[in-house]
């Protein structure tokens, strides 16, 4: 079966075309402002990868996709094999370097993995492997090629092609969105990942080692771990409650962390795919869509001193609003340590969800109406901070989890500065709470 790489892009016969699975989720619709002649060249770059002779069947069709979808991601070439990392030994290439870089890319799609494979983003909303189809089955027959006298180069999805080099020398070189500083800002980008020519390609999407939520389990154990000791002057965590958001890729290791570490994890998510997949794979142990029950929840595990990963299906602002209510009313200071894993590097296309919306009304909205998706964010990012704030007063410890949680909020104008004019936050980084010691 994985001999069809060898074979490269599929065209003689052309697939048939086929509609999205409405069963796997999908990305945003992204947005480009392509002016008509930008659309245009969108489409001649997309044709590049395909035989003259079948240009007037996919220009249209392509052409489809970029309005319907803001990218041409051909979808007509999603492989109809089951996408998984399957062993080495079974992948037609002529070196085992090159057999583990194809083995590392149907990992990286597989669906089980994959936050949008048949867009063929892995993790954080738009880190990408490839572009398009087109790349991937280039890609995965040069590998089948490669000798260990060659290296692949690749360029934002691009393959370049093979290169004479040695077997000591590097099987691929790989680079991601490079693009000089005075082309960088967020339209700039949105304008060349729609014409295919750049792609943002993450730490681990773009060079294929994806490894999931298990990649930083350690490392978000030992920061849980530490906040323990250095905030709360503690060595054992039972009893504790951590409040954080965001099961999607790397997020999914904060419901395991929290039970190593032996406290109560309670993680809201908007996405019920998402949050589904990671009850499914033992990631969670439990979850709700009640705020009544998660909070009857969280006493009931503090005061069995119960380890317990708990999802929340809703909106972490509603939930962290819902801990000021309960502490107003009764008190009670139910949360002890907090963070947040939203994909804020990409605030305004589905990397961060907006309380004012649910999860459908958001997607729409943002291929709809970008601007006010943008104020709709901005204004949760506030009313997220102001009831941090106030559970901080009263004794929560809360740090940024490296997610440009805090650079948003400031740009929203969220109470987030310790000193503005020196751009310096209120709270902590991860890494000030990971490797800081004060029992």
């Not at 990992?107 to 983003?121: G, H, K, T, W």
């Not at 969220?414 to 503005?420: E, G, H, L, Q």
Request: glycine fraction near 8%; include cysteine; charged fraction near 20%.
């Amino acid at each position: 079966m994985l001999r069809v790489f060898q074979r490269g892009i599929p065209v003689d016969p052309l697939p048939e075309w086929q509609p999205r699975d409405e069963f796997l989720p999908h990305a945003p619709v992204r947005t480009h402002n392509l002016s008509e002649d930008d659309q245009k060249l969108a489409v001649r770059n997309a044709l590049r990868y395909f035989p003259e002779h079948l240009h007037r069947t996919l220009a249209p069709e392509f052409a489809e996709e970029l309005r319907e979808y803001g990218h041409i991601y051909m979808y007509r070439f999603v492989p109809r094999m089951r996408m998984m990392a399957y062993p080495i030994g079974e992948f037609s290439a002529k070196c085992q370097q090159a057999a583990s870089i194809m083995l590392m890319i149907m990992n990286n799609l597989d669906p089980a993995i994959a936050q949008f494979p048949e867009e063929l983003v892995t993790y954080g909303g738009n880190g990408q492997v490839f572009s398009n189809w087109a790349q991937f089955w280039l890609t995965m027959q040069y590998l089948s090629q490669m000798t260990e006298e060659q290296t692949l180069v690749m360029y934002s999805g691009h393959p370049m092609g093979l290169f004479p080099s040695s077997p000591n020398s590097p099987r691929a070189v790989i680079t991601n969105g490079m693009v000089i500083p005075q082309y960088s800002s967020k339209e700039d980008y949105n304008r060349m990942f729609a014409l295919g020519v750049t792609m943002y390609g993450q730490m681990t999407a773009g060079s294929y080692c994806y490894i999931g939520p298990q990649g930083i389990v350690h490392g978000t154990t030992l920061t849980l771990m530490n906040a323990g000791r250095k905030y709360l002057k503690v060595q054992d965590l039972k009893g504790k409650v951590y409040v954080t958001s965001g099961l999607g890729g790397m997020s999914g290791a904060q419901a395991k962390a929290a039970v190593i570490a032996g406290c109560v994890g309670v993680i809201a998510e908007v996405s019920k795919e998402a949050l589904v997949k990671r009850h499914g794979q033992g990631w969670l142990m439990e979850y709700t869509a009640s705020l009544d029950e998660c909070i009857q929840k969280i006493r009931d595990a503090r005061l069995k001193q119960k380890a317990l990963s708990l999802g929340y299906h809703g909106n972490v602002v509603d939930l962290w609003e819902r801990l000021v209510d309960e502490h107003r009313k009764t008190g009670e200071l139910l949360v002890d340590l907090g963070s947040d894993q939203t994909s804020l590097h990409n605030p305004f296309n589905g990397g961060y969800f907006p309380v004012q919306l649910t999860y459908e009304q958001s997607l729409q909205m943002i291929s709809d109406d970008p601007e006010q998706f943008k104020g709709l964010v901005q204004g949760s990012l506030r009313r997220q901070v102001t009831a941090v704030n106030y559970l901080a007063r009263e004794g929560l410890n809360f740090w940024d989890y490296g997610n440009a949680f805090l650079l948003e909020a400031g740009r929203a104008g969220a109470d987030v500065y310790k000193n503005s004019s020196k751009g310096t936050f209120t709270y902590p980084s991860y890494v000030q709470v990971r490797v800081t010691q004060n029992v």
